[in-house]
């Protein structure tokens, strides 16, 4: 499958040579879509001028190729806009206030933020009144299990958690740091975030590998008393759990009795299996590269060996193709690729496939769309984005409010509800199981859950001013 994006070509183009219909069609034939055209220069014999073309494959070598072979037509510059977006990086740190004068200066910095401090050394808990601690998440990564890119390292990771941080701001004002580690053991990782943590109000967790990844958020959630949420684990099992509540509901189907099967048993394939349990899942089918999860077998990865005794009650053994015969639910963390459209039609009537690793999913949708009834995947080009980026902000901005000490099952579960309940029940059908990461209500629904779910659990440390209670509407 191919990832699309937006070129922009600067050409110069000798008139008495070639047209822009030369051009035009030259673009068309080698699959680019002309999007925009803007004149730099209009010469009496050359104009130049600034193409964007819409290309569905990023690495698309054809359309410059046509362009520089074409008589009167010179390739002056070509820029990628997703590159465009990234030159310098994609976030800043902005002071709430100018310096304009001496008197400014005293306050914001020494003598003045002198007493400050001393307020704070006498009583930390005042780090959240008078710090941007109670707003300020880190999003630590060490680069090992980037998107579905894989081990890419900490520079590599960079972007995404760049990308995470804007998210975080835009969709809940909160700020985020990414920080990148370049160190891939954990305890070091954990001796990290610990040390950074007085800083911060949340630790988020991102692309770090499985089964690393299980180890560094349980030693850090019990050490430290903010919330510790490791973002591939749980928010996608929230997001993922959302949409099936929808979905199932879609084809008239249960939770208790659908046979559900989660291919790709990293860091979001244990905690999807082991929410969709606590949900009520009845049938859950856990299966990774070497097959499907069977009790008895001396795993040595601990949460297989958990996951291995409360899924699969039928015993069923082997592979992919052995799962999803007679499945009702496909939900895949696994990798590109791995579904092949006989899986697909093996699958029962009316199936439900989630297809979610990222930017590659598991089969390509136009494959499988005429097999199932409702289709889902991680990217925001087709209907039904189940993405985890649908529950951290709200998540995060509810753990804040509320200075919640973890974040636990009953929180994620509420996450999850507030989540589905966002798409009413007269607006559910195969192509709208999940709102869209700009539905407004999203937010607001997942942070009053949270806070309601954790001052219920007793997580809360202090009830917002602003909350009086919350309800699914
Ligand atoms: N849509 C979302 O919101 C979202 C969120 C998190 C992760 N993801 C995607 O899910 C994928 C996994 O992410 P992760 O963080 O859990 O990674 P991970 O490395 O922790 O886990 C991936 C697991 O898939 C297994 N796997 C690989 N090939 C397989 C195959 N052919 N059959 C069965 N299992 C196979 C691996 O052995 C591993 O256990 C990535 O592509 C990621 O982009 C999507
Ligand atoms: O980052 C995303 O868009 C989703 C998820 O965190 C992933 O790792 O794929
Ligand atoms: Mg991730």
Redesign the pocket.
Known sequence: MTIATTMIIRLDIEKSVASFGDVASGIAVAGGDIVAIDVIRAGREITTRDITVNVLDAGNEDIIRVLSDMPGIKVVNVSDRTFLAHLGGKIEVIPKMPIKNREDLSQVYTPGVARVSMAIAEDNSKAYTLTMKRNTVAVVTDG???????DIGPEAAMPVMEGKAMLFKQLAGIDAFPLCLDTKDPDEIIRIVKAVSPGFGGINLE?????R?FDIERKLAEELDIPVFH???H??AV??LAGLLNALTVVGKTLKTAKIVV????????SICNLLLAAGAGHVCA????GILCKGVPYTNEEWRKLAFSTNPEGIQG??GEAVKGADVFI?????G?LNVEHVQSMAQDSIVFA?????PEIQPELAEPHVRVLA???SDYPN??????CFPGLFRGALDCRARTVNLEMKLAAAHAIAAVVQPDEINELYIIPSIFNEKVVEHVRGAVIEAAIRTGSARRIPPDFTGWQEK
């Not at 692309?207 to 089964?211: A, E, M, N, R, T």
């Open positions: 090992t299990a980037v998107l579905g890119l894989g692309d770090i590998s499985s089964p990844c973002d591939d684990q928010g996608t997001v993922a291919a790709g048993i990293g860091a979001a394939g244990v299966v990774d590269k070497e592979l992919l895949g963390v696994a990798g590109g791995i979610m690793a990222n930017p590659i995947t991680g990217r984005q189940i993405n985890n980026v649908l």
